[in-house]
C-alpha cells in the first residue's frame, strides 16, 4: 500500500502564498507520478498539477499556471505545491495523489492523501 499525508493548509489573505507538502510512504515504487487535485464546496474535485517522480515533468491546470509550482524530493518521498498570488476562488481541500502513469485525469489515480484546507479570504 501507499499512504499520502499532506500538511501546510490555512488562512491566508487574497495574493498571499502558501505551500503545501505530501509525503508519500510504504509501496511507493508504484507511483511514476504525484499529483494535486482541489475540491471546492459544492463542486466536483478538479486537477491542479501533477509531477513525474523520475524527470520531473510538469503539468499544471490553466486555472493555476504562473501561479503555482509543483516540485518533489526524491530523498523525502516529498511533493510540494507552493502556491503563489492566491485568490479567494483557490478556496478548496486540496489532495496529493499518485498515479502509476503521467495523467492529468483523476481516475487514473489510486492513492489518495486525506487532504488540506486552503481558504483564501478577500
Known amino acids: 500500500q501507499v499512504q499520502l499525508v499532506e500538511s501546510g493548509g490555512g488562512l491566508v489573505q487574497a495574493g498571499g502564498s502558501l505551500r503545501l507538502s505530501c509525503a508519500a510512504s510504504g509501496r511507493t515504487f508504484r507511483i511514476y507520478s504525484m499529483g494535486w487535485f482541489r475540491q471546492a464546496p459544492g463542486k466536483e474535485r478538479e486537477f491542479v498539477a501533477t509531477i513525474a517522480w523520475s524527470n520531473g515533468r510538469t503539468y499544471y491546470a490553466d486555472s493555476v499556471k504562473g501561479r503555482f509550482t509543483i516540485s518533489r524530493d526524491n530523498v523525502k518521498n516529498t511533493v510540494y505545491l507552493q502556491m503563489n498570488s492566491l485568490k479567494p476562488e483557490d478556496t478548496a481541500v486540496y489532495y496529493c495523489?499518485?498515479?502509476?502513469?503521467?495523467?492529468?485525469?483523476?481516475?487514473?489515480?489510486?492513492?489518495w492523501g486525506q487532504g488540506t484546507q486552503v481558504t483564501v479570504s478577500s
Open positions: 495523489a499518485g498515479s502509476g502513469t503521467y495523467s492529468y485525469t483523476l481516475s487514473e489515480y489510486d492513492y
